[in-house]
C-alpha cells in the first residue's frame, strides 16, 4: 500500500481495478473517478463519441483516431461492460500516480503534472470498453460513457 499502510488511499484503489477501466470513490466527499486501468498508454478523449482512446499499436495519430472510429461506428463490435460513474461535470484525465490535489502544482524542478480537460457534462454513465484490432497494424483500446436515462 503506497497510504499510510492501514487502508488503501485513491492511488491504492485504481491500481486494483481489475479489467480495461472501473470506478473507484475518491478523496473524502465520496466523489468518484473512473480508471482507464490494464496498462499505462497515451490517451486522449474523443468528444464526439464520448470515448476514450488508448494508443496500443499505431503508425501515427491520425490513423489511430481513424481506427477508433472506424470501431466506434461496427455494430458489431464487442464490448465489455465496467460499471456506471456519476460525474458532476467536465472532468480531467490524468496520471494515476499524482494527487488530484497537486494538479495545478509545479514540481520542484519546474512545469506540472499533465493532465487533459474532458468536457463531459453531468450525469450517470455506463462505462464500457474495448480492445480490439482495426486492422492489420492498429490495435485500440477504447473506453465509452453512454448516458443513463434517468
Not at 502544482?105 to 463531459?120: M, R
Request: glycine letters at 8%.
Amino acid at each position: 500500500m503506497v497510504g499510510d499502510a492501514t487502508a488503501p488511499d485513491d492511488y491504492d484503489r485504481a491500481c486494483a481495478v481489475d479489467g480495461p477501466a472501473g470506478v473507484i470513490t475518491v478523496g473524502e466527499n465520496g466523489a468518484q473517478a473512473l480508471v482507464l486501468a490494464d496498462e499505462p498508454a497515451p490517451s486522449c478523449f474523443l468528444p464526439e463519441h464520448r470515448a476514450f482512446l488508448r494508443w496500443l499499436a499505431a503508425d501515427s495519430e491520425v490513423e489511430l483516431k481513424a481506427a477508433a472510429r472506424t470501431v466506434l461506428a461496427n455494430p458489431a463490435t464487442e464490448w465489455e461492460e465496467c460499471g456506471t460513474w456519476s460525474s458532476d461535470g467536465p472532468a480531467v484525465l490524468m496520471d494515476s500516480a499524482e494527487a488530484g490535489s497537486a494538479l495545478y502544482t509545479e514540481h520542484p524542478g519546474g512545469g506540472a503534472p499533465s493532465q487533459a480537460s474532458v468536457a463531459l457534462p453531468a450525469g450517470r454513465w455506463r462505462i464500457r470498453a474495448t480492445h480490439t484490432k482495426a486492422d492489420e497494424e492498429n490495435w485500440v483500446r477504447l473506453v465509452q460513457m453512454m448516458p443513463i436515462e434517468s
